[in-house]
């Protein structure tokens, strides 16, 4: 059955987030109570890699919530969560470089960057509706296919944008870890756990991109079914 069918992929696949989600708030829990030998906030680190990579426009601040730190392209801002921001430890040193790896990206004009950003206003509005015409191009889909193809057509942008910001990600992280190992702001141990930190918060966005894509063909399927 159809809706079985759907029900058991968003069920595999929100099962698999949870545990990836899980063992990300686990790894982040376990490498911030581990103090990083220099002593240095995350607030300070953030300074240090975009001073060091020739960025003087883009504020390091703080924001509030927990694993809620992310950069902001449109006012060049840094946001780190208070236990990031304050933060002494191998995680807020991992999460700091992180995002400002995303700062440096957007001032080498990285290309992934630029497409992600591109599509921002397009995938804001297709979240906003898409799931209602997916649902009504469902219900209609024997009158009025066009409605459902609309719903796949936003959902296609939705998933796009996942699968660009896997790179995004993927390289901010790269940038991050080759600045803290040069600088020795995390070495040998210390090092590979800021690694084993971004890596499992990586696995998010892959596990979100499948998940994305799985449901996409879905919806595909069922069109052309239809169109027989």
């Keep these: ?8 992929i968003i069920g595999f696949f929100m099962i698999l987030g949870m545990i990836v989600s ?53 006012n060049k801002t840094v946001n780190l969560s208070p236990g990031v921001y304050s933060g002494r430890s191998i995680a ?5 470089a992180h995002e400002c790896g995303h700062a440096v990206q957007h001032a080498q004009a990285y290309a992934f960057l630029k497409m992600r950003s591109a599509l921002v206003p397009v995938v804001s509005i297709s979240s906003k509706y898409m799931q209602w015409i997916l649902l009504i191009g469902i219900l209609t889909i024997n009158q009025f296919p066009g ?6 057509v936003m959902f296609a942008a939705t998933t796009l944008f996942s699968f660009i910001t896997l790179p995004v990600e993927y390289d901010a992280t790269k940038r991050a ?9 995390t070495s040998g141990q210390e090092h590979r756990k800021a690694q084993n930190a971004l890596k499992w918060a990586a696995r998010t966005y892959v ?15 069922i069109f052309m079914g239809a169109r027989r």
């Design 1 to 8: 059955m159809i809706g079985m069918e759907i029900f058991i």
């Design 22 to 74: 899980n063992r990300l708030k686990s790894k982040f829990n376990q490498y911030s109570r581990i103090p990083l030998r220099s002593g240095l906030s995350g607030k300070e680190i953030a300074e240090k890699m975009l001073y060091e990579n020739g960025i003087d426009d883009v504020r390091v601040i703080s924001t509030p919530g927990k694993l809620s730190d992310h950069y902001n392209p449109l």
């Design 92 to 96: 807020a040193a991992a999460v700091a």
């Design 147 to 152: 409605i459902l193809l609309a719903g796949i």
């Design 177 to 185: 870890l080759a600045w803290l190992d040069n600088t020795g702001i």
């Design 207 to 221: 596990v979100s991109a499948l998940a994305s894509l799985a449901t996409l063909l879905y919806f595909v399927l």
